[in-house]
């Protein structure tokens, strides 16, 4: 392409890049491609915070770096600079640029579409030039657009300054501002939830077809076909050869919940199917964790108990630990689900809800969660418990807390904050308790703050007590005892707005398409890197 004159435009982003520790330096130039021309708008926080806006332009992605974002407001001018074209690769990276190299940081794909020049027709005329007037059809960005040089730089064109504006059309939006629209029109995350848990990483070190690294470790091994096939094969009991282990699983064909309206019961077989399908994706969050039970011998619709102490028939292989805190009376040897077939074993024993708990058994007075349970009371409405969800999210974005919620497969909402080792019980439910209680003088009129269910007059309580030793809330994808084996699921936040979102609109049946569809929502509760930031 043509802007910088003869000039391959991809050497200065090669030039800017350490390519000491490859021998292949250089990326291919991309086919290009029929069709549309594509734009990319990347929330790149790097030094400094800045959207990268990018064309497609010749192969090539040609790009400004604008540090308060683009806007659909007509009245305001964004300083734009010139920066070093990209490849077609980087179009539609989200990950996270290492620390130490150029760019270092977190990216978002902030917008993304297609585009057309309108005034030149050749756009890489415009740019060497120095106008363009372009019409961008993206998801947050539309209509009329004119980039336009202000400030001629050294012969390369580095460090041009350049004006990005928007003409005022039927897209235009007073006081528009990027920063009100922070989430990713890829994944709906944000930079500090891609920093978190990221995807990818970008080694601008490698050619530009190998920079994208996949940084997803192997999802743990499914059950195969055949173990559960296997299990189906069953009677009503026997042995079941799954993960590696022999289950000795009994009573397969009881009914453990009952049916839903329109549907079958929910068999114990199906429970423990489930909970072999799951495991892989559910033992992450009880691994290293004391596990306990919520058990059910007879069935959801029978009588619940809690049940701590591993049982002497227990078998060998199950994995275990001994509260060396435990006073004599007091359970003194736990469950420890770090491996899948100790899920399951659980699941025959009758635990149809698993409770992790908030600390592992290494640090058992260090929690790794700060828990918030919004738990409706009999007069609570979804509506007013959604309500309260939002103050949620709006506290957690206003504090720039990651946090992330889940429904409980009964009536209500939970939000995991996992936080870095350090605080004790104390700091962390005070801390809850600090947050809660600001949320709570914003709708005072549906919670109440008295710890006896009689008192509550039917109204919402903020739970912050659970933030304590030995205190548990349900693990994500763990079953609830209900009619028709209701999940509890983890959701984006932006899905408190989704009309169809139910407290318990998923079971066991239906978790699995759920999970298909948006993947583990809870993952980045596992990257224990946070601190509390200090509330009044
Ligand atoms: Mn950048």
């Not at 300054?161 to 944000?190: C, F, I, N, Y």
């Not at 009536?411 to 995991?416: K, L």
């Not at 596992?526 to 009044?536: E, F, I, M, S, Y």
């Amino acid at each position: 392409m043509a802007s910088r004159g003869g000039e391959d435009p991809l050497e200065r982003y090669r030039r800017m890049r350490d390519f000491a520790r490859t021998p292949e330096p250089s990326g291919e130039r991309p086919e290009p491609e029929d069709g549309d021309r594509r734009f990319v708008v990347q929330r790149h926080r790097a030094t400094r915070r800045h959207y990268d806006f990018r064309l497609e332009i010749d192969g090539v992605l040609v790009s400004w770096a604008v540090p308060k974002g683009p806007t659909l407001d007509p009245g305001a001018r964004r300083l734009a600079v010139h920066v070093e074209d990209h490849p077609i690769e980087y179009l539609h990276f989200e990950g996270v640029i290492p620390e130490g190299e150029y760019g270092g940081g977190d990216v978002i794909v902030w917008d993304m579409g297609s585009w057309e020049p309108v005034k030149p027709d050749d756009p890489a005329t415009g740019v060497r030039e120095g106008e363009l007037h372009l019409d961008l059809h993206g998801e947050k960005l539309a209509g009329r657009f004119v980039l336009v040089r202000t400030e001629k730089g050294d012969s390369g064109g580095d460090k041009e300054q350049w004006m990005l504006l928007h003409k005022k059309d039927e897209h235009a939006v007073e006081g528009w501002d990027a920063e009100d629209h922070p989430r990713s029109v890829l994944t709906r995350r944000t930079n500090a939830e891609v920093k978190a848990d990221p995807d990818r990483l970008w080694r601008s070190d490698l050619p530009a077809a190998e920079a994208a690294v996949e940084l997803r470790a192997e999802a743990p091994e499914a059950p195969t076909l055949e173990q559960l096939e296997a299990l189906d094969a069953l009677g009503e009991e026997g042995d079941w050869e799954v993960f590696g282990r022999t289950v000795r699983v009994t009573n397969l064909d009881k009914e453990l919940f009952p049916a839903r309206e329109g549907e079958q019961p929910v068999s114990k077989r199906e429970l423990l199917r489930y909970a072999a399908a799951i495991a892989p994706v559910v033992v992450p969050y009880l691994a290293g964790r004391a596990l306990n039970m919520h058990r059910y011998p007879q069935g959801a619709g029978g009588k619940g108990f809690w049940h701590k102490e591993l049982p002497d028939h227990a078998p060998d292989w199950l994995p275990r630990w001994d509260n060396p805190d435990a006073d004599p009376g007091e359970t003194q040897t736990y469950l420890v689900v770090d491996e899948a077939a100790a899920l399951v074993w659980a699941a025959n024993y009758g635990a149809l809800e698993w409770h992790p708990w908030t600390s592992p058994t290494e640090a058992p007075d260090r929690p790794s969660y700060v828990l918030f349970d919004i738990d409706p009371g009999e007069r609570t409405g979804w509506e007013e418990t959604l309500e309260l969800a939002r103050l949620h999210r709006t506290a957690f974005d206003h504090m720039e807390v990651r946090a992330y919620p889940k429904v409980t497969g009964k009536r209500g909402i939970q939000v995991w904050v996992p936080i870095a080792p350090g605080p004790s019980f104390d700091e962390t439910r005070e801390w809850a308790e600090k947050v809660s209680r600001s949320i709570g003088t914003v709708l005072p009129d549906l919670i109440s703050w008295k710890w006896q269910l009689k008192e509550r007059n039917g109204r919402a309580r903020l739970d912050y007590t659970q933030n304590a030793v030995n205190k548990t809330l349900v693990a994500p994808y763990s079953p609830r005892p209900a009619p028709g084996a209701p999940v509890s699921v983890p959701i984006s936040w932006d899905e408190l707005d989704d009309p169809d979102l139910r407290p318990d609109r998923w079971t066991i049946r239906s978790l699995p398409d759920r999970l298909e569809e948006v993947g583990d929502l809870f993952r980045p509760v596992l990257h224990h890197d946070q601190r509390l930031p200090k509330v009044r």
